[in-house]
C-alpha cells in the first residue's frame, strides 16, 4: 500500500502555524488530483489545500486544531481499487506557497521528457534562506541553459539566477516566497526530441486562494454558495450579520474572513432632516488633488538593512564626534592633476581616494577604532579593509575595499567605481560585501552639510562626508572665503574612548588639509 502524505505549506515567512477549519471531504472518501479537500486558516487569511494525489482519503487531524507548518494533516491512499493506476507519483515540499506540483512526467513516445529542478544554492556559510525576487521569465517561457531567469535576495545582497538547462520554464515559488538553501525554486522541461522543445506537463495543477475564485458551471450552487468559514462565521457572529446578507468571494462563492471582516451590518433606515454642513480645508471632501496610496514588498535587503540599523542603535553606545576641514589644499591638488591622472589611468580623480587614503593612515596610527568586539574579547585589525558606502535602488550597500593601506591613488579610484557599478547593476556578490573594518559615508553627494551616520556592525567606527560650502574662516588674524566640509566620525564608545575618537578625526583632518603629508606617511 502507497500513502502520499498531505503537509501544511509555508505560506508566509511570518506564518508558523494555521488552524485546520472545515475538511470539504471526508474520511474515506474518493479524491482526485488537485480536488480541494481541506480549509486552512492563517492569521492573514483562509487557504484551501487541494489533494497531491489520487485515492482514499485519510484524515489525521480534525477540524478546529493548530498543526505548524510542515505537519502532516493526512494521507492519500493511492493502492485503492478506486485509485487510477496511472496516478503519477507526487512530491510535495513544504517551503513553496504553491499548491502541491505533481513529479516529472515519464518519457513520451514523441520525445524522452527530462525535468531539471532548480534549488536554492549554497550562497555562504552565514546564509540559510533566500527572497524569491523577480522573476525575469513567465511560467511556460523557453529559456536557454545560463539565461538570466529570476533574481534572488539574501540579507547581504541580490544576485541572478542562471537556467541550469535549455527548456520551457515551470515556476515553483512566487516571487516573495522565503526559501531555505536547497529549496524548489522552478523545474525546467528538456525534451531530446529533435525539435529541442520540450513536452508540456500532462497535468498541470490548479492554484486556489481565498483572493482568487475557481469559476463554476453558470448556475451551479454548490454546497459552498453562501457558506462562511469556521473564521468568518465566528466574525459575522460577533458583528451580528446573517451570512445570507454577505456576498462570498471564496471559491464556489464560499463566505471568507476577508469578506467577514469588510461586511457591515444593514442598519434600518431613519428619516433624518439634514442640515448642509460647510466643506472646510479640513474634510478629505474639500481636499483637492490625488490621495491615492501606493503598497509594494519590502526587500529581503531592506529588511536586513533595518534589523541592522536597530540593533546597532539598541546594543552599542554610539556617540559622534564632528570637525571641520579646509578642502581647499585638496580641491588645489586635484585640480592641477586631475587631466593628467585621467588621461593615464582612464577613471577620474576624486574626494573618496584622499580620505580613504587618510582614514587608512589615521587607523594604523588609532588600531582602536580599526577593532570590533567579539563574544567579550576585542579583534585588532593589522589592515584596513574599508567599506564604501553605495545608494541603490534597493537601498544602501557597503561593498569593501581591502588593504586600503597599501593601495595606490588610482587603486582607490578603480576599485571604488567598480564596485559602484556593480552595485548599481545588482552584481555584488557576497565576497565583496563581507569583511570590513572600517565605513565611510558621504552624504555630501546629496546635499547633506551634517549627519549622524549609524555604525556598520560588527565594524566600531564610521567616517562620514558631507558638503562643500564656502564659509568665512579665521586665517592668521584673516578672514578668508575658504571650501569647508564638516566631518563626521560615530563610534562605539564600549571600544573607543573619547581621546581616540576625537585623536583619530583630527589626524584625517590633518591629511586632507596637508595631503602631501600622505607622500611621505607624516
Known amino acids: 500500500m502507497m500513502h502520499v502524505e498531505i503537509v501544511i505549506p509555508a505560506f508566509a515567512e511570518s506564518i508558523t502555524e494555521v488552524t485546520i477549519g472545515e475538511w470539504l471531504k471526508k ?3 474518493a479524491v482526485k488530483l488537485d480536488e480541494e479537500i481541506c480549509e486552512v486558516e492563517t492569521d492573514k487569511a483562509s487557504q484551501q489545500l487541494l489533494s497531491p494525489a489520487n485515492g482514499i482519503l485519510k484524515i489525521t487531524v480534525q477540524s478546529g486544531e493548530t498543526v505548524n507548518v510542515g505537519t502532516v494533516i493526512g494521507m492519500i491512499n493511492t493502492n485503492s481499487e478506486n485509485t487510477p493506476t496511472s496516478t503519477p507519483q507526487i512530491t510535495t515540499s513544504s517551503t513553496s506557497t504553491d499548491p502541491v506540483v505533481p513529479a516529472a512526467t515519464q518519457p513520451t513516445p514523441t520525445g524522452q521528457m527530462q525535468v531539471v529542478e532548480m534549488l536554492v544554492p549554497n550562497l555562504a556559510e552565514s546564509i540559510t534562506e533566500v527572497v524569491i525576487g523577480t522573476w525575469l521569465k513567465k511560467d511556460g517561457d523557453l ?4 539565461e538570466e531567469i529570476c533574481e534572488v535576495e539574501t540579507d547581504k545582497a541580490t544576485q541572478p539566477l542562471p537556467a541550469e538547462a535549455r527548456g520551457i520554464l515551470r515556476i515553483v515559488a512566487q516571487e516573495g516566497t522565503t526559501l531555505p538553501v536547497g529549496g524548489l525554486i522552478c523545474r525546467i522541461e528538456v525534451s531530446d526530441a529533435a525539435t529541442g522543445t520540450a513536452q508540456p506537463q500532462t497535468t498541470t495543477p490548479t492554484q486556489t486562494s ?3 475564485p475557481v469559476p463554476t458551471q453558470s448556475g451551479t450552487t454548490t454546497y459552498a ?16 450579520i446573517n451570512p445570507a446578507e454577505v456576498e462570498g468571494t471564496g471559491v464556489d462563492g464560499r463566505i471568507t474572513k476577508e469578506d467577514s471582516l469588510k461586511a457591515q451590518k444593514t442598519e434600518p433606515k431613519k428619516e433624518v432632516v439634514s442640515t448642509p454642513v460647510e466643506k472646510t480645508a479640513t474634510t478629505p471632501e474639500a481636499v483637492a488633488g490625488n490621495r491615492t496610496q501606493r503598497r509594494s514588498r519590502m526587500s529581503q535587503l531592506r529588511k536586513t538593512i533595518a534589523r541592522r540599523l536597530v540593533a546597532v542603535k539598541n546594543e552599542t553606545a554610539m556617540l559622534t564626534t564632528f570637525n571641520e576641514c579646509n578642502m581647499k589644499p585638496v580641491m588645489d591638488l586635484r585640480n592641477r592633476f586631475k587631466d593628467e591622472f585621467k588621461e593615464k589611468y582612464g577613471v577620474g580623480l576624486g574626494f573618496m581616494s584622499f580620505f580613504a587614503k587618510a582614514c587608512a593612515q589615521a587607523l594604523i596610527q588609532f588600531p582602536e577604532v580599526n577593532a570590533m568586539i567579539d563574544e567579550g574579547e576585542i579583534v585588532y585589525h593589522d589592515y584596513v579593509d574599508i567599506s564604501v558606502a553605495v545608494s541603490t ?4 550597500v557597503v561593498p569593501v575595499l581591502r588593504n586600503v593601506e597599501n593601495m595606490s591613488f ?6 571604488i567605481v567598480d564596485l559602484a557599478a ?3 547593476d545588482g552584481k555584488l556578490t557576497i565576497e565583496d560585501m563581507q569583511g570590513g573594518t572600517f565605513t565611510i559615508t558621504n552624504g555630501g553627494i546629496f546635499g547633506s552639510m551634517m549627519s549622524t551616520p549609524i555604525i556598520n556592525a560588527p565594524q566600531s567606527a564610521i567616517l562620514g562626508m558631507h558638503n562643500i560650502v564656502q564659509r568665512p574662516f579665521a586665517v592668521n588674524g584673516e578672514v578668508k572665503i575658504l571650501p569647508m566640509m564638516y566631518l563626521a566620525l560615530s563610534y562605539d564608545h564600549r571600544i573607543i574612548d573619547g581621546k581616540e575618537a576625537v585623536g583619530f578625526l583630527v589626524a584625517v583632518k590633518k591629511y586632507v588639509e596637508e595631503p602631501e603629508r600622505l607622500l611621505f606617511g607624516v
Do not use: W
Open 27 to 29: 474520511d474515506g472518501d
Open 143 to 146: 529559456v536557454e541553459l545560463d
Open 210 to 212: 481565498s483572493e482568487t
Open 225 to 240: 454558495t453562501g457558506h462562511p468559514s469556521p473564521a468568518a462565521s465566528k466574525i459575522l457572529a460577533e458583528k451580528g
Open 393 to 396: 535602488d534597493r537601498g544602501l
Open 410 to 415: 588610482y587603486e582607490i579610484e578603480k576599485g
Open 422 to 424: 556593480k552595485a548599481r
